[in-house]
């Protein structure tokens, strides 16, 4: 669905972000892209979108070069920014003006959503809190039924019941023709939906690897005193113990704990990728 | 058999180049981003036009009570031609300035890039609008304001003005020269980030004075202190020069900065 291959992009010609930036996704899968502030997790989600143009290399999406914009290909992915503000229509409207470029807009799971997260189609969108407004551009990103959804920091203002509803919806509308990407540096609030994990370090993928080959490589646990004869790729002493990172030699199956594994990327990746070879 | 199967080709190919050409302009597309356009910036087109016309009526009737008594006929048979033609490009310059607003604001920018439409038809819907539709609807309106406007100033000041003739060269002419700056607005609309309306009309300014002074300099530079403008050139190529520029400003401005606007908006950046 999505391949980026040997992508150089800088916002000027001193400040590259991008050198030769490698990565590859397929469709029917949600990713987690990782990494810290100004890693260039945005920048990625803009490029893919064709919202930034890269300066070399090939950045291609279902077979689309995104800086075309096409609109047989923008009716097809949909970009929600981390910061965004809407017009002062009110969400009926809205949705009318906009509904009609995406052909495989769908009212039905616009109205579930809606529902879900307690918003009514009457009110004004300029009215909201920010944490609603996000509510309502997340619903209406989904029932696009766009084949490639951008979610740029999706859970950053959403309370925390509506953070454990976002994830049960991502789960609910994610399936075998669509992708979404979702960048994100508070990953407590993508477990258990995500099948790729993606981390970015100084414009640069230093991870990138399925939730299954973490589960089969590594194992995540607490452990009250650390052994010399553990295998130990990552340590984070806490009260009454260590949380740890370990080689799984045992086709031990563990839930994977996602700071932990970022926290481990950081801390050492060569380590921790060698842990997959 | 075989011409089954050539049949099939053409049609194969008649369906491609139609995709191909629809990732340009589809109509259906087109006429839904006007109706978004419509929905996001109407009210704020019809504000602008309603300040201008409220202005204009305000002022017009504070100088027939304060200043002096208007007996000139020129003034009377042509108070409504210059008026219109005032107001098409003033609010023409407002209306092209406010083109693209949603670009300006890098928050909202991706709604409008992202919004599934070519760069062709983003640019349309903006001449259909802002153009097209504003030269229409000040037609119409005008005619209509006059009207009223006659009847009140006639019954308090018992003044007479002619109604405009749209068909008049003059105001054709006019008309013509408004779709040249209007593009030059549209351009500056999407050039400048801040304040287009003031700053393309500043860039026009020195432009012009640059140009001005460029061929004064070379005036100088080859003719020295010859007075070029009254000796060298006849009424006959003066006559020419203004075919020229005519030619240019009616017929080439338009249709380039129309393409420079598309260019812009298609390298367009976040």
Redesign the interface.
């Known amino acids: 669905m999505i391949k980026i291959e040997q992508l150089k992009f800088g916002y000027s010609k001193k400040k590259i972000l991008f050198n030769h930036l490698n990565a590859e996704m397929s469709v029917g899968k949600v990713y987690g892209l990782l990494g810290h502030n100004g890693a260039g997790k945005t920048t990625m989600l803009k490029l893919i979108a064709g919202l930034l143009f890269p300066k070399s290399g090939k950045c291609s999406v279902m077979d689309f070069i995104p800086k075309e914009r096409n609109p047989y290909f923008l009716q097809e992915i949909f970009y929600v920014p981390e910061e965004f503000d809407f017009p002062s229509i009110s969400i009926d409207k809205f949705i009318k003006a906009y509904s009609v470029f995406y052909p495989q807009y769908s009212k039905e799971i616009m109205d579930e959503i809606l529902v879900e997260f307690e918003l009514q189609t009457d009110e004004k969108l300029n009215a909201l809190s920010f944490g609603q407004k996000k509510k309502f551009l997340l619903a209406f990103a989904l029932s696009t039924n766009c084949k490639l959804l951008l979610l740029d920091e999706p859970t950053n203002g959403l309370d925390i019941p509506s953070k454990s509803k976002f994830r049960k919806i991502i789960a609910r509308y994610i399936n075998d023709d669509r992708s979404f990407v979702i960048s994100t540096h508070q990953v407590r609030d993508l477990d258990n939906i995500l099948d790729s994990v993606i981390i970015i370090e100084k414009g640069e993928v230093v991870f990138d690897k399925t939730i299954d080959e973490i589960q089969s490589k590594l194992i995540f646990r607490k452990v009250q005193h650390l052994d010399d004869n553990l295998e130990v790729l990552y340590s984070d002493k806490e009260l009454g113990g260590y949380n740890i990172v370990t080689k799984n030699t045992d086709a031990e199956e563990t839930k994977i704990d996602l700071e932990m594994l970022y926290n481990a990327i950081n801390a050492n990746k060569e380590h921790v990728n060698n842990a997959f070879n | 058999m075989q011409l089954m199967q050539i049949k099939s080709m053409l049609i194969m190919h008649l369906i491609n180049y139609k995709k191909g050409m629809?990732?340009y302009f589809?109509i259906k597309?087109f006429a839904?981003l006007v109706?978004?356009e419509l929905?996001?910036n109407m009210k704020r087109n019809l504000l602008i036009i309603g300040a201008m016309f409220s202005i204009f009526t305000i002022s017009a009737f504070l100088v027939f009570e304060l200043g002096e008594e208007i007996t000139s006929e020129i003034t009377f048979e042509k108070f409504h031609s210059m008026v219109f033609l005032g107001m098409l490009f003033t609010g023409g310059a407002f209306l092209a300035s406010f083109s693209f607003i949603e670009l300006r604001?890098k928050?909202?920018a991706?709604?409008y890039?992202?919004?599934?439409?070519?760069?062709l038809?983003k640019l349309l819907v903006n001449l259909l609008i802002s153009l097209v539709g504003f030269i229409v609807f000040m037609m119409l309106f005008y005619f209509l304001y006059s009207q009223v406007f006659n009847w009140i100033v006639s019954a308090i000041f018992g003044y007479q003005f002619s109604n405009v003739d749209f068909l008049h060269e003059e105001v054709i002419s006019s008309i013509q020269v408004f779709i040249s700056v209007h593009s030059i607005f549209l351009l500056g609309a999407i050039s400048f980030k801040k304040y287009p309306v003031i700053l393309t009309p500043i860039f026009i300014f020195l432009v012009n004075i640059t140009l001005f002074g460029f061929v004064r300099l070379v005036g100088f530079a080859v003719f020295g202190d010859f007075d070029i403008d009254n000796q060298l050139f006849s009424k006959e190529i003066f006559d020419k020069l203004n075919l020229y520029s005519k030619i240019i400003i009616i017929y080439i401005i338009p249709p380039v900065l129309w393409f420079v606007t598309y260019l812009k908006l298609?390298?367009k950046?976040?």
């Open positions: 629809n990732k589809n597309r839904n109706k978004r929905h996001s604001n928050i909202n991706h709604f890039l992202l919004t599934p439409g070519s760069s038809e298609n390298e950046e976040l």
